[in-house]
């Protein structure tokens, strides 16, 4: 497919580890075939900015598979955010729309590259459906798209949050304490179910399934009663109380989403109050969105960048990479928009780890 010369690269939405190496395996393949990748910096704002677009050479791919963060820079917010306020789709203005496909145009752009998440693939639907050649590489640490069996960044994620479950471990061992530890996954529960079955958690507190501080004191007090005196809680920061909404720290507006979080403190206090135990919390942030990803993020990220150019190549545009489990395939991006993939209550893993005798923070199916 020789008419293709120059392709790009947008990234957007929060960053995750892996993004470079998407990066790196998309532009390396796009050379091999004899085009050239244009790298924007910024988000899509970037497309209207000639110094935010700079061709990708050898040099600048040196070091990136293991790179963490985007050297593209990312954005999920401003004119281009197509997830807003409780996570409600906005339709990008039509003037929006037509002057990006004239920039596209301009850049003499045969395809464009989109790295992102569910709001991303929101913008990048909405520039398909504007004649703008797009191909979709899903990525999020929150792992809630339900188009691929799973997103770059999650393993990454779960093997930091695991970490921090282990050291937690010992240090409420010693002292006999409760430690609540927040984690991060917007409205899907992959993190903390993942991490805290992982390390080895006695509570795992997931949005998929409403819980009551009774509950959690219960198991507190159990364990307890059976000589564990420590106890560890990981909560997801979509996590929520039967008959409420998950705590935000920050609502959303007519350019992002609202901001979840707050929810670990409120856990620990309960914690201390209802059964005495000295407790702490730890909220782990935007360290599990950092440093370099794990072998099997890099893998996947290889493999996805590699597909999104041979996906150029055919001309497969308006669509979505996706991981099988066996292999790389892809789905219309009107698919993979919309249909977020949260934690099954009943699913295996939940039964595995009740089988274990964590406790979710609920009565016990
Ligand atoms: O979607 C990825 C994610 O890290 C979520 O888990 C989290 O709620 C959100 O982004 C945080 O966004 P920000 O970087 O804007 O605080």
Redesign the pocket.
Known sequence: MTEIARIAIVTG????PGMNAVIRAVAKAARLRGWETIGVTGGFDGLFDPQACHVLDYQDLYGLLTKGGSILGSA??GRFAAKVGGGEVRQLPEGLLASTKEAVERLGLSGLVVIG?DGTMSIALQLDAYGIPVVGVPK???NDLGATLQTFGFDSAVAYATDAVDRLQTTAESHRRAIVLEV???HAGW?ALYSGLAGGADVILIPEIPFTHEHIAEAVRERDRTNRFHTIVVAA??ARLEGSHSTSSLGGGAD??E???GIGQGVAAEIERRTGKETRHVVLG?L??GGSPTHFDRVLCTALGAKAVEMVAEKEFGRLVIYTGHGMDSVPLAEAVDSLRTVPPDGGLVRAAREMGVSFGDRAP
């Not at 939405?13 to 995750?16: E, L, P, Q, W």
């Open positions: 939405g929060g960053d995750c999920n917010s998440g999020t640490i929150d991060m996954g917007r993190i920061e979509g992002r989403e901001r979840l979080g935007h599990q969105r």
